[in-house]
């Protein structure tokens, strides 16, 4: 599904990913984790399209496409989603109208009918029950004003509506309490399925416990320096980092 | 000779010659007013840029389009105009065409409320109605009210009963159609609420086609004790159009004002509101929206005076420009020695999709009592590239997503325009205006 080969990405003339190798295939879930400044932020950013970010080097094939040649909008109607670390706030933008258009957006683009109003707010709810998404924020201005949690239940909400093919979790966990936590993770686990490629990235290896990936790498210095599977992820909680940045510098 | 000084000598000739040829049964005891407007007129001449409150916005545009001051005693019967009145019930319904009330388009019987016009007011020397035409502008501020003052011809006179009140809105719209090309004409409303009154005025300019007028506005509004006006006000005219508003608020005790406007139309719009306590306890509150784009230039200027202690005034202006748009916003608050434990708040947003729009925002608070609550703040920023690349990666495209923050960025004002199918077809219209142009905006 996705095929990252040799990335090279700067932010202001400063090179961040040095040559990430990555291959998603469908139906897997995949962990990337790392140090702070690792480069796992931008890795997500430079997939779903943000400006400000360079490519210097490598290609990114998704579904067959070159990735990196589209625009952002286009990611997202090929089925690409990137759930945000610091979700937008945008006041006077109803949450409701902002999940239609997007939805419609992504439908027209599928070559699907769009949804008319009353099978979009049965969608809408159900879903919003789903990602226990209190159905009040529903109704007002996208982010504007949520809790740390709410935010994070928007972004799921939004990728349940959207049902991507890619869905990249950029930090989702940060900031989150343990409830709220697991309660991401359920509507995390809910998207998996054999059509589905999910790429999380995080700081720390909890959300794990809850998301249990297929495959686990760990981004150093702009690189993949190890990969390995879900069991990686209690050796790094126990040896931390620096055993593996000292085998890669070695 | 300049051209201002030419201009004022013309217009008095035609102001002059206007009023010698009314019929005299035609309200002749207003002759006099008129013509010490005259007066007033040659004493002001035109504004102009060494005037501060005129520096950002030139008449010289509106001067050469020479419009000429002529009446029109279209009488409209049928139903091509319907689609423009408000959806939902109403209070009673006052409709100008080309500046001339027609009756037949509107609805003037509503119990305990006096709607009435002023040609007719006139034709009847109706004194009791009219004795508080001009109370609160007097013969004129500038050279274009005193011209008001001096030619009025028409214009809705409304007045609602003490104690009453209004749950539905009082449609006051005034369409301008193609034979409307080249004329100046001067509407002059008088809105009186009683002791205790409670009402919502929805008041429009419209336009049926792209040619140029010139709409010189006089609106007073009188709030008795405890009264209460919602006063909504959209002007819309056509993209050739000129559109100069004076507004006058007189608030007695504990009466309250809340007014919205939204200006989308004109090429050239100036709308100058005023307002004055004239006892305690009263609030105003002043919501705006103004969307200036290619060749469009549109100003407001407020002017808030807090004469008395314990008066409340908030005022929210928002703008979006792009293209060449231009607007001026002009916010001045006054608290008056004498005027405390007054609150006065204000507040000005700008939206700037182009490069080439300009804006000149000047917030003034003169403060001499001690004893106050105020604030002001005025921002001038751009789309937000997050926010623009977060409703991206949902799908949306860059032009939809742009509208949409537009949209989002004008909410808090439009909310104000409190009927849901007005406010509805209001942010059809700025999503029509601003579509095309935030294409590619640079």
């Keep these: 599904m996705l095929r990252i080969r040799d990335l090279r990405t700067s932010v202001e003339g400063k090179e961040i990913l040095k040559g990430i190798d990555l291959e998603v295939k469908a139906g897997e879930v995949h962990a990337v984790m790392g140090p702070n400044g690792s480069g796992k932020s931008t890795l997500a950013h430079v997939l779903a399209g943000r400006d400000g970010y360079q490519v210097t080097g490598g290609d990114v094939e998704f579904l067959g496409q070159d990735l990196l040649d589209l625009e952002v909008e286009e990611r997202a109607h090929k089925g690409l989603f990137l759930a ?38 049965k969608l809408v709810r159900r879903k919003a029950d789903e990602v226990k998404l209190d159905h009040k924020l529903l109704k007002r201005s996208v982010n504007a004003g949520f809790s740390g949690g709410e935010k994070k239940r928007n972004e799921i909400l939004q990728m349940a509506m959207l049902e991507p093919r890619l869905a990249i979790l950029d930090e989702t966990d940060s900031g989150l309490d343990i409830d709220a936590l697991r309660t991401v993770a359920d509507g995390v686990n809910m998207m998996r399925s054999p059509e589905r490629a999910l790429i999380v990235v995080t700081h720390y290896q909890r959300l794990l416990e809850y998301i249990e990936p297929d495959h686990l790498h760990v981004l150093a210095g702009g690189r993949i320096v190890h990969s390995g599977g879900k069991e990686l992820a209690f050796e790094l909680e126990e040896r931390g980092y620096g055993w593996l940045l000292e085998e890669n510098a070695a | 000779m300049t051209l201002q000084s030419q201009a004022v000598s013309d217009f008095q000739k035609a102001t002059q010659h206007y009023i010698a040829g009314l019929p005299l049964d035609r309200g002749a005891w207003l002759t006099d007013h008129r013509w010490s407007a005259v007066t007033r007129f040659s004493d002001l001449g035109f504004p102009d840029k060494r005037q501060e409150a005129w520096r950002y916005t030139s008449i010289e545009g509106l001067l050469k389009q020479g419009f000429v001051t002529s009446d029109s005693d279209m009488e409209v019967v049928g139903t091509e105009f319907e689609h423009h009145f408000l959806d939902g019930p109403t209070a009673g319904r006052v409709v100008f065409v080309d500046g001339a009330f027609q009756p037949s388009l509107s609805d003037t019987h509503v119990p305990g409320v006096r709607i009435n016009n002023l040609r ?73 609420l009683e002791q205790d009154a409670e009402a919502t005025l929805v008041e429009r300019y419209l336009s049926t086609s792209d040619n140029a007028y010139f709409t010189n506005l006089v609106c007073e509004v009188l709030l008795e004790e405890r009264a209460s006006l919602v006063h909504q006000r959209v002007q819309q005219e056509s993209p050739s159009a000129y559109h100069l508003a004076d507004l006058h608020i007189e608030l007695q005790a504990d009466a309250s004002y809340r007014g919205v406007n939204l200006a989308i139309g004109g090429a050239w719009s100036r709308t100058k509101i005023g307002n004055s306590f004239a006892a305690p306890g009263a609030s105003c509150e002043l919501h705006g929206l103004y969307l200036a784009g290619e060749g469009q230039l549109v100003d407001f200027h407020l002017d808030v005076d807090h004469g008395v202690p314990g008066c409340d005034s908030r005022e929210n202006f928002r703008g979006i420009l792009y293209g060449n748009g231009r607007a001026v916003f ?84 439009l909310e104000q325009f409190e009927s849901g199918s007005l406010q509805d077809h209001l942010a059809e219209l700025i999503q029509q205006k601003i579509g095309s142009e935030t294409k590619g905006a640079s």
């Design chain 2, 330 to 413: 002009d916010g001045r608050i006054l608290v008056q020695k004498q005027a405390q434990k007054s609150s006065a708040h204000l507040s000005n947003a700008n939206l700037m999709l182009s490069r080439r729009a300009e804006i000149d925002t000047k917030p003034q608070l003169e403060i001499l009592a001690d004893d106050v609550m105020c604030s002001h703040g005025t921002t001038v920023g751009q789309i937000d590239p997050q926010a623009l690349f977060y409703l991206r990666s949902r799908g949306l495209s860059e032009e939809r997503a742009r509208r949409l923050l537009c949209l989002g960025f004008a909410s808090e004002i």
């Design chain 1, 84 to 121: 945000m670390q610091y979700p937008v706030e945008l006041p006077g933008v109803n949450n409701l109208t902002f999940l239609r258009e997007s939805l419609n957006a992504v439908r027209r683009a599928r070559g699907e009918e769009e949804m008319d109003a009353v099978g979009f707010m």
């Design chain 2, 120 to 192: 007719s007011a006139m034709e009847t020397s109706d004194l009791e109605t009219l004795k508080s035409v001009g109370t609160l502008s007097g013969p004129g501020t500038h050279g274009f009210s005193a011209l008001n003052m001096a030619t009025m011809r028409d214009g809705a006179l409304i007045r609602v009963s003490a104690g009453l009140r209004l749950d539905a809105p009082i449609d006051l719209v005034s369409i301008s159609t193609s034979s409307a090309s080249g004329r100046a004409m001067r509407p002059r409303h008088l809105i009186v």
